[in-house]
């Protein structure tokens, strides 16, 4: 996905670079058929059906989210990781479900519950990038063992502290 933040610079509507500083590009048609052909030939060897799925729900998520491609460059790396981790899942051999059991997760539940988890790592000195892959993994546990988050909410401490620690680094 960081892969994008150079395209985006040069690539699709070249005018704009003659634009102020103050002008946002916006999402034209052209920008995002650069964003997502920029995404498909990142994935050489990827299944082509699979690939593409991908790349339209990071571009949907992109564009959703950011009102232009200049806002795209500067957003926070978490946010970026959100939407890769939401694409992913989205498109990922599970296909949103857990063992078998369709997932009640929404991305909003998994936004929350990895913006909760990065929040509280980092507050403790963890970094970002170890934040993220612990908080990830955990999730996907959560999300397996408990495939409605309202349920995820009612989870005892002995039961998180067991599928936290199958996601400690060895």
Known sequence: MIWLLPCLLGCG??????????????WTEPVKDSVYRGCLS???GKDTTLAKEY?????D?????FPGPDSLLKADSLALLLIDAHCSDAVGPAGGSAGGKPSGWLMDDRDHF??????NLVAQKIS????????N???????????D?????????????????????R
């Open 13 to 26: 509507n070249h005018a704009a670079k003659k634009n102020t500083a103050k002008t946002v590009r916006a």
């Open 42 to 44: 990142s994935l050489p």
């Open 137 to 147: 993994c955990s999730q996907e546990k959560m999300e397996a063992q408990f495939p």
């Open 149 to 169: 988050p309202a349920d995820a909410n009612k989870v005892s401490d002995s039961t998180l502290q067991r599928l936290e620690e199958l996601c400690l680094p």
């Open 128 to 135: 970002y990038a170890d934040a993220i892959k612990f908080c």
């Open 55 to 59: 790349c339209s729900c990071l571009l």
């Open 61 to 65: 998520q992109y564009v959703s989210h």
């Open 114 to 119: 990895m913006k909760s988890c990065v929040g």
